[in-house]
């Protein structure tokens, strides 16, 4: 009985660490709070683009871009803007890798990109804030 007790308090203590893990995501004051889960990729063999040269680029590119996420448009896609244009990215809960983030916020996001014949988007693997 005693055995069992005690087991049963490593495992709940074992998983404390994991519940309290830190939650992050966009924050527009216009809309209601995502939720979000951390998480995070890195990735390293990308080039900086802005939205107007990627719009040139092939479907799969991996790409980085500088810019600001101005609102939440679905449950996981956002408009992200630069100052060459404006493109949908589609931002997992998972990625957002514990950071809170607004409209005033500079972004760097790293991705694939994904092209329609009339349609351009970004699937963020990496998120950062940048300073």
């Given amino acids: 009985m005693k ?3 005690a087991l049963i308090a490593i495992v709940m203590l074992a998983s404390t660490p994991v519940l309290a893990a830190q939650q992050g995501g966009f924050v527009d004051p216009r809309a209601p709070k995502a939720q979000v889960h951390a998480g995070g990729f890195q990735a390293d ?3 900086v683009v802005t939205v107007k040269q990627a719009e040139e680029m092939k479907d799969d590119s991996w790409i980085t871009v500088r810019g600001y996420l101005d609102k939440q448009i679905g449950d996981e896609d956002y408009l992200f803007r630069d100052g060459s244009g404006n493109m949908k990215v589609e931002i997992d809960h ?3 890798h514990g950071q809170t983030i607004t409209p005033k916020d500079q972004v760097e996001l790293t991705g694939e990109l994904d092209k329609d014949f ?3 988007e970004l699937d963020v693997k990496q998120v950062r804030k940048l300073p």
Wanted: cysteine-free; proline content about 0%.
């Fill in 3 to 5: 055995k069992s007790a």
């Fill in 45 to 47: 063999n990308t080039s």
């Fill in 94 to 96: 998972k990625r957002w």
């Fill in 118 to 120: 009339n349609s351009i």
